[in-house]
């Protein structure tokens, strides 16, 4: 009998706690970031705003920004090839890419994995993958992106987190810094984290967004 995805083992596990995780669409975004203190951050970039060979210059950097700074977890958005060839700490996928995504080779080259899920059985989905960290949203109504399923909300966040387990679970979707402490008191424990967007892209002073967000995650 075979396993999904060929997971006959799990994927790496995180080298530190998720905490305050921004996602954001350049590697200067990300540099900036680590700068400041920020420890986990994603690179996502994508394909129809952007050539191939700009999104690799911009995959390879974020990856050795993320090289260069101690304790860093910096996740590639989507490009699993250039995560992989660049030896990257880690890729975020979605559901649509397990279909096409060479699972067995993320794995084998040591990449951790940080998989999106919107319903309990996108979850059971992703956990037969045992991944990094399983991302669960959107949490509340996001204006950044079309998402075709309703907000998760308060409520189902904690018992899908429950669901998750033992995997580190990270809450996305129309979080701001406000909304932070109550979507982290639905988690599991202090490996679990809180992925936002614009708190900090869209803020008026981004760095300033960034300490308050590490703060709160470190404090809730």
């Not at 996740?75 to 279909?99: C, K, P, R, S, T």
């Not at 992106?145 to 129309?174: R, S």
Request: aromatic share 6%.
């Amino acid at each position: 009998m075979t396993t999904p995805f060929g997971a006959l083992d799990p994927f790496s596990p995180l080298t530190g706690p998720i905490g305050f995780y921004p996602v954001v669409p350049t590697a200067a975004w990300v540099e900036r970031l680590l700068s400041w203190g920020v420890r986990t951050v994603q690179l996502r970039i994508k394909a129809a705003d952007h050539t191939p060979a700009n999104i690799a210059v911009e995959v390879i950097a974020a990856i050795k920004a993320g090289k260069a700074v101690p304790g860093s977890q910096v996740f590639i958005n989507d490009h699993w090839q250039l995560a992989m060839a660049g030896n990257a700490y880690g890729v975020h996928l979605g559901q649509e890419d397990l279909d096409t995504a060479d699972i067995a080779a993320l794995k084998s080259a040591g990449l951790r994995l940080g998989l999106s899920t919107h319903t309990p059985a996108e979850l059971a989905r992703a956990r037969a993958v045992q991944p990094s960290y399983l991302a669960i949203g959107p949490i509340y109504p996001t204006t950044l992106k079309v998402m075709p399923y309703q907000p998760v909300g308060l409520e189902q966040l904690a018992q899908w987190a429950k669901q998750a387990a033992p995997y580190p679970v990270v809450a996305i979707g129309g979080i701001s810094l406000d909304r932070m402490p109550g979507v982290l008191a639905c988690l599991n424990n202090s490996r679990d984290g809180v992925a936002v967007v614009s708190a900090v892209t869209l803020a008026d002073n981004p760095q300033q967004a960034a300490l308050d967000g590490m703060h709160i995650a470190r404090t809730s």
